[in-house]
T-cell receptor, first 113, second 113 residues
Framework: KQEVTQIPAALSVPEGENLVLNCSFTDSAIYNLQWFRQDPGKGLTSLLLIQSSQREQTSGRLNASLDKSSGRSTLYIAASQPGDSATYLCAVRLNTNAGKSTFGDGTTLTVKP | DTAVSQTPKYLVTQMGNDKSIKCEQN?????MYWYKQDSKKFLKIMFSYNNKELIINETVPNRFSPKSPDKAHLNLHINSLELGDSAVYFC????????????FGPGTRLTVT
């Protein structure tokens, strides 16, 4: 059974800092890993998708890496802004069980002005 | 244009009632999903459909019955609602069962009183 863990559960940083969010998973037989953000009371917004054959993906100030062998992914946010405040979720899709997604519990990020 | 839409956004009902939530995607995807996010914000898959065929059916009470009239729609009907059904229900879609990026709807907040 795939288990996905996100550390830390919450993070508070001053504006402008670079930060790293962590996602670890127990079963490395994955198709891909996707990072989302969720604002309070809203749906999930896709940030980055990394296929199992890839090592990293970048979009603007965001960079996500994937190390399948160690079961880890990181989301790097450069020059954080108050608008980055949200909960960040990672989801891992298995290459068995019809590509079922397993989500982590999320990291709640607060960026203080 | 909204990619994945759900109706209603809020649903308040009494125990024992039957209710439905509708989902539509205009992305041309062939796979759709229902997820449940509980009060602790944990997100878990309930069902997935690929080309109108049920692929994933997690351990969900049979009071929950999904229906996919076509590839663009996936509805969720819930019979005999219970207090524990209160949650936010998210619809999502992707192209393909496993490789594609998942796109989420805005969610339906169901409150059972």
């Amino acid at each position: 059974k795939q288990e996905v863990t996100q550390i830390p559960a919450a993070l508070s940083v001053p504006e402008g800092e670079n930060l790293v969010l962590n996602c670890s998973f127990t079963d490395s037989a994955i198709y891909n890993l996707q990072w989302f953000r969720q604002d309070p009371g809203k749906g999930l917004t896709s940030l980055l998708l990394i296929q199992s054959s890839q090592r990293e993906q970048t979009s603007g100030r965001l960079n996500a890496s994937l190390d399948k062998s160690s079961g880890r992914s990181t989301l790097y946010i450069a020059a954080s802004q108050p608008g980055d405040s949200a909960t960040y979720l990672c989801a891992v899709r298995l290459n068995t069980n019809a590509g079922k997604s397993t989500f982590g519990d999320g990291t709640t990020l607060t960026v203080k002005p | 244009d909204t990619a994945v839409s759900q109706t209603p956004k809020y649903l308040v009902t009494q125990m024992g009632n039957d209710k439905s939530i509708k989902c539509e995607q205009n992305l041309g995807h062939d796979t759709m999903y229902w997820y449940k996010q509980d009060s602790k914000k944990f997100l878990k898959i309930m069902f997935s459909y690929n080309n109108k065929e049920l692929i994933i059916n997690e351990t969900v009470p049979n009071r929950f019955s999904p229906k996919s009239p076509d590839k663009a729609h996936l509805n969720l009907h819930i019979n005999s609602l219970e207090l524990g059904d209160s949650a936010v229900y998210f619809c999502a879609s992707s192209q393909g069962l496993a490789h594609g990026e998942q796109y989420f709807g805005p969610g339906t907040r169901l409150t059972v009183t």
